[in-house]
């Protein structure tokens, strides 16, 4: 874990305070290969007629570089069509004008801050640098470096590409980055942003990972709005004062560029926490569609000072002492014909994820997620005085009860997770150990319902929270172990009303542990595990939120990620872990995953949703959808979980819903365990020939037939087709009723 100082950069009415000085960073002369690489420095063959030196080359393609400006492309050897790094037509397009003619033209687009007048300066490498003639080429292993000065700012940064067998690799090591003006650091990199882009005549598409995955075509005519998002979601730390636009994350760090017969695949290796996606359509800026990553090297945050005043002001805040990420790298893997589409982005992703991050196959039961809730606080009148009152949503016994009563007519044993059920939970204090309410069940109930659940073939998980707290306890202090914001105080998180989108300023605000306390509380929590035997585990939010924590001292999103990763090794090693929709560096640490998304969240720039994230995990990972009881349209829901190969989830209680009033749970409209019994036995009835059908098969095709009928495709020859339509539709493997599913065998 890295304990380093932040510097932060206060503005306010033209007045600079800064805090401390910027360190010049190691330069990139003083090493000519980064102590994490191996490489060389060496000489290019002789360039060809056009003036492009061959750089590196595997049994597939060639690298071809420009030694005098670091342009690049890259040849199929195949057919001899090219991929390059800026489109070749750039200099003709009518349509980019100033400077994003020079964008086009450009292998980098950088942001530098401006401490001195508080701003951001965004500079192309093409006008900065390579017709300043600041830029310098070399051979290395495979590949070559390119190092681009920004003279003006002290800012100079090596990149560095290189061929290998199966992809194409780009990084910078931030280590060698140069900074020698103290008026600028680096805030952000964006590598070859018009590498692939689509052109006026071509067809395509960009694949956006966004909640369950989306496409955007090329010249769609959406022209007005582009796509940039926080891999990961946003940073949680930083400061809202309205409630953002409800929205899917990004749970996969790629992207993916489709060309009639070829396709791009571009991953993220180093740097995913700190990057952030943007797809553009064409005629928003220039007439090219484009896909890039942007890294984040050093952060900042906007803040209201007196903001019920006339005189409002805001003050930007920057970390500015060192880079946020070690590396910012990607490979883009290149595919060609059936394998050039998303289905074939998702079979190649599923192989790294299995290849280099050591996700294997560990499917468990196809029955529906049960969620329990077992109690819940609310604040009621007693004598006159406003108490906090516990109430019970759901006891052991009632569950056990209920889970009887299913089981009269289903034999499978269905997975079970239990939601705020012990003492600390319903203080919002850090899960420090297991101490179960009373009122909901104890310690010896848990076990018995813990067994007498996996001797009918389920599981039981215990819902734990140790990433977000409303007050101290369990050894965690809410002044000085909660994640900081740029001020230095505590980041509280806030609820938002829903009719302003602003804030509620009497609702109870909570906020996200430092990740350096989150070792301390998973240790009390394994400790507890391991006394009781109650080892299936359920860590709410742990994998699924993107923070730091700044201030004096900084702890990075990459930081907070490692810390994350401990953890997680260290519940797996105890038992079953289930994870609430978690980043893709956390798959490998789960057994199961639950509130998958279905959809995405379809912005104007989106053409349409497709089962990505869903293709991408099939045969690796049992997957549960959002609590199907809890979904708007319930029978969409349904059909959503056979088209993407997902087992259904529900959130209930045994015990009297009007607890539910005025309360944090005040969500669950709709989770009377009794009305939802002949729901739970139907749909698992309605799905279950697509289980039997895909039963060990990978979903490894996806297409839509028309607007409305999808058929996904497993690798044993079945087919599930699905019609979200109000008619009937003929299709050549039968008609498909309205609203219905069809299932052909393999």
């Known amino acids: 874990m890295k304990r380093i100082k932040s510097a932060v950069l206060l503005f306010l009415s033209g007045i600079l305070f800064l805090l401390p000085a910027v360190t010049p960073l190691q330069t990139a002369a003083e090493s000519e290969a980064p102590a994490s ?93 390579v017709r300043m003639g600041r830029v ?78 989306a496409l955007m075509h090329f010249n769609n005519g959406r022209t007005n709005i582009d796509y940039y998002e926080s891999v990961y979601g946003r940073d949680k730390t930083y400061n809202l004062l309205v409630q953002p636009a409800q929205q899917e994350k990004i749970l996969l ?30 005629y928003l800026n220039t007439s090219y569609t484009q896909g890039y990553n942007e890294f984040t090297l050093h952060s900042e945050d906007s803040f209201v000072l007196d903001s019920d005043s006339s005189t409002a002001q805001t003050v930007k805040l920057y970390q500015t002492d060192v880079f946020e990420i070690d590396v910012c790298e990607q490979r883009y893997y290149f595919l060609s014909n059936e394998d050039s589409g998303y289905t074939g982005m998702a079979a190649r992703y599923r192989q790294y994820l299995q290849e280099e991050q050591g996700v294997e196959p560990s499917l468990s039961s196809a ?18 005085i406003p108490v906090k009152v516990t109430k019970t949503l759901s006891t ?23 939601i705020s059920w012990s003492k600390n939970q319903i203080k919002g204090q850090p899960e420090g ?76 605000r909570w906020q996200l542990i430092r990740p350096d306390k989150l070792l301390q509380a998973a240790n009390m929590l394994q400790s507890a595990m391991n006394r009781t035997g109650l080892t299936n585990v359920s860590p709410q939010n742990l994998a699924n939120l993107n923070y730091g924590s700044y201030g004096n001292d900084l702890y990075t999103r990459e930081d907070t990620k490692q810390d994350i990763l401990k953890v997680l090794a260290g519940l797996q090693e105890n038992g079953s872990v289930l994870l609430d929709a978690p980043f893709a560096y956390a798959f490998s640490y789960a057994d199961a995953l639950t509130n998958m998304p279905m959809d995405s969240s379809c912005y104007d720039c989106m053409d349409t949703s497709v089962p990505f994230v869903s293709m991408v995990l099939s045969g690796l990972r049992t997957r549960y959808t959002r609590p199907i009881n809890l979904e708007s349209d319930p029978d969409k829901a349904i059909l959503q979980a056979a088209e993407t190969g997902t087992m259904l989830h529900y959130a209930l209680i045994t015990g009297d819903s009007t607890n539910l009033i005025d309360t944090t749970l005040n969500t669950l409209t709709s989770a009377d365990a009794t009305l939802w019994k002949e729901h739970i036995l139907t749909a698992q009835e309605r799905l279950e020939p697509v289980v039997e059908a895909t039963e060990g098969a990978i979903f490894c095709d996806h297409e839509i037939l028309t607007e409305g009928v999808t058929m996904s495709v497993y690798s044993n020859g079945a087919r599930i087709l699905v019609n979200y339509t109000d008619e009937a539709f003929e299709s050549p493997y039968g008609t498909i009723a309205a609203g219905d599913i069809l299932v052909k065998g393999a």
Request: proline share 4%.
């Open 367 to 384: 029955a529906p997620l049960l969620d329990f809730y077992g109690a819940v606080q609310r604040q009621e009148p007693v004598l006159g």
């Open 136 to 213: 310098s080429v070399q051979a290395v292993e495979k590949g070559f470096r390119t190092t681009y000065s920004f003279t003006d700012e002290g800012i100079v940064l090596p990149v560095v590409v290189q061929l290998e067998q199966e992809y194409l690799n780009v990084w910078i090591d931030t280590s060698v980055i140069e900074q020698t003006n103290p008026r600028y650091v680096l805030g952000s990199v964006s590598l070859f942003p018009y590498f692939a882009a689509g052109g006026p005549e071509d067809e395509g598409y960009i694949l956006i990972p966004e909640g369950n995955g």
């Open 37 to 129: 690489r191996n490489y060389t420095l060496s000489s290019f063959p002789a360039a060809n007629e056009e003036g492009y030196a061959k750089a590196g080359e595997n049994d597939s393609h060639r690298l071809w570089v420009n030694p005098s400006d670091g342009h690049f492309y890259i040849e199929n050897k195949a057919d001899g069509s090219r991929i390059t790094d800026v489109p070749t037509a750039a200099e003709e397009d009518a349509w980019a004008q100033g400077v994003y003619r020079m964008e086009l033209l450009s292998d980098l687009i950088i942001n530098i801050i401006d401490l001195e007048s508080s701003t951001t300066v965004k500079k192309n490498s093409e006008t900065a640098c």
């Open 253 to 282: 760090p790629l992207f993916g560029i489709q060309h009639g017969g070829q396709g791009i695949l571009a991953v993220i290796t180093g740097g995913d926490a700190g990057s952030t996606l943007h797809a553009i359509p064409s």
């Open 396 to 418: 052991v016994d009632d569950i056990s009860a209920f889970l009887q009563k299913l089981e009269q007519d289903d034999t499978v044993g269905y997975t079970l997770r239990l």
């Open 433 to 508: 150990g297991l101490s179960p309410l009373s009122a909901v069940g104890g310690l010896r109930e848990l076990q018995t319902l813990s067994q007498s659940t996996e001797d009918n073939g389920g599981r039981l998980y215990l819902s734990t929270e140790i990433t977000r707290f409303y007050r101290s306890g369990s050894g965690i202090s809410s002044y000085f172990d909660g994640a900081k914001s740029f001020t230095n105080a505590p980041a509280y998180q806030y609820s938002f009303h829903l009719s302003t989108k602003l804030r509620d300023q009497d609702a109870q």
